[in-house]
């Protein structure tokens, strides 16, 4: 009842704040993908944009409606490491800890204030942590066919989490947990997840694996532009609550010193070594610090019971505390919790993601009046050439208001959607430089700038300002396609 009730109160709390801004650039690339629904995208599997698809007929383009489905799988994950809590032996102080250090963490926070893929993807291995503390605990072989969905599930969502099944069949392989390896349950399992995932795995297979050099090719962006770096610093910093940094700790080791729990252990200390020799980004392996600090959380609350009244009262109000507030600290910076006045400054000031959901509306707006100024004859064979999965998704969703054809790109799943027959000879151009589209397009001329009216620096503004209107290709379409796809 209890956990129940702070896993919805954090929902609620987000509930209330997350129509401030607008839409992330992430999310128009979701709300695009979910107008052409398939088995599968350049950049990721088809589950999200198959729940914003849902999404989309329920609520329209809301923002709050469409963002209930990563604030549910927000509250689920705090609700759950709850509950590992007290499955893992921990009382009500345990249990309560957990929950709260989970739901102000930054990274979780953050997952419920957008549309993001990693959103689900953080719930499928908290989920999966939990059976695998009922499989261990109950001795009860048949949690395996629970780990196998999610593990498809989650495979259908983000490939990732192939480094955190790689941690489980560590696990297993590595310790006593081993025994399940002649059990049918665990074979039934694997090929549950298999069965989850084909449909996206014969989508890869069609398209040659594109998805696979996209992975490649972001990656390599990544670890060029730095993003890779403070992977460990951010372990404590984002993934978890800094002051419950040695309560997680101890949940570690106490995996680790218990036999019967140290299949959890290795699933921890795996995916975050793989992911740090391959230089992953920091929150890749967020997902592994619920089942730790809950472990930590009940091997803690064991050892204040241990303690005089006056020290376990003062260490228990410290530590509640003090991950209060880090947690208030985090959400001024993370959660976007006003729509002006100096809460929105401070929180626009530090956080590049929030300035990446400011202008997208004005943005279709300046280009639908681009296209007014054009005459009758270059509307009537008028494209809208787009550098960015933002551009391109704010315009095929917020386009129609304003009669704009669907935008053309390379970009991504843009790509797999080719060019229009007949092909343009009037192009609107956004997010690209004067110097690419000279190479490619005829008689380009700039038409206008992209602004915002909150005058937010983000990448829109930044890196590609102008909007040009261009004249027809240089060359056949089809050549310009066969240099595709680009991967952004």
């Known amino acids: 009842m209890v956990l129940g009730a702070i896993a919805l109160l954090f929902g609620v709390l987000h509930m209330l704040t997350n129509g401030q801004y607008g839409f992330h650039r992430d999310e128009w690339q979701f709300l695009s993908d979910a107008q052409q629904m398939d088995w599968g995208f350049v950049p990721y599997p088809p589950l999200t944009a198959a729940l914003e698809h849902v999404g989309l007929g329920l609520f329209g383009l809301s923002l709050v409606g469409l963002r209930t489905f990563s604030v549910l799988a927000q509250v ?36 419920a204030t957008e ?29 395996w066919l629970a780990i196998g969905v999610l593990a498809g599930l989650g495979l259908q969502t983000k490939y990732s989490i192939a480094f955190y099944l790689v941690g489980v069949l560590g696990g297993v392989l590595l310790t006593d947990a081993r025994r399940y390896v002649r059990s049918r349950w665990f074979w039934m399992g ?13 989508w890869l297979v069609r398209h040659d694996f594109v998805s696979y050099h996209f992975l490649q090719g972001i990656h390599a962006r990544d670890v060029r532009q730095g993003r890779a770096e403070g992977f460990l610093s951010n372990q404590f910093l984002l993934n978890a609550n800094l002051v419950a940094t040695p309560v997680w700790l101890a949940g570690l080791v106490a995996f680790f010193r218990r036999p019967s729990y140290r299949m959890l252990g290795w699933m921890y200390l795996i995916p975050v070594l793989l992911f740090l020799l391959a230089k992953g980004r920091f929150y890749y392996v967020c997902g592994v610090y619920p089942m730790v600090i809950a472990m930590g959380s009940v091997v803690s609350e064991r050892w204040l019971h241990a303690r005089s009244r006056t020290l376990r009262v003062s260490l228990t109000t410290l530590g509640f505390i ?42 279709v707006a300046q280009v639908a009046a681009i296209r007014d100024t054009l005459s009758p004859e270059q509307q009537a064979h008028l ?14 969703l917020m386009g129609p208001r304003y009669h704009l054809p669907m935008p053309i790109t390379t970009v991504n799943s843009g790509w797999l959607r080719g060019y229009p027959d007949p092909v343009p000879t009037t192009l609107i151009v956004l997010g690209n ?54 991967f952004g």
């Open 433 to 486: 430089s004067r110097e690419g589209i000279d190479r490619l397009l005829t008689d380009c001329r700039v038409a206008g700038h992209v602004s915002n009216d909150l005058g937010v620096d983000n990448e829109e503004s930044r890196d590609h300002p102008d909007i040009f209107v261009c004249g027809p290709a240089r060359g056949p379409w089809s050549e310009l396609w066969k240099r595709g796809p680009s």
């Open 383 to 396: 494209g809208i050439a787009v550098g960015n999965y933002g551009e391109y998704g704010s315009i095929a």
């Open 190 to 202: 694997g090929v549950i997840a298999l069965l989850v995932f084909v449909p996206n795995l014969l």
């Open 115 to 143: 549309f993001q893929y990693s959103s689900f993807d953080l719930m499928w291995w908290v989920l999966i942590a939990w059976c695998t503390v009922r499989l261990l605990r109950d001795e009860e072989p048949r949690w």
């Open 322 to 363: 003090g991950v209060v507030a880090v947690g208030a600290f985090a959400a001024l910076r993370i959660v976007p919790m006003a729509s002006s006045g100096p809460l929105r400054d401070y929180a626009l000031k530090n956080n590049g993601d929030l300035r990446e959901e400011i202008g997208w509306e004005q943005l």
């Open 76 to 111: 689920l994950v705090i609700f759950v490491s709850g509950v590992m809590a007290r499955d893992l032996g921990g009382g009500r102080l345990a249990q309560v800890f957990t929950a709260v250090a989970v739901a102000l963490s930054p990274l979780p926070m953050f997952e």
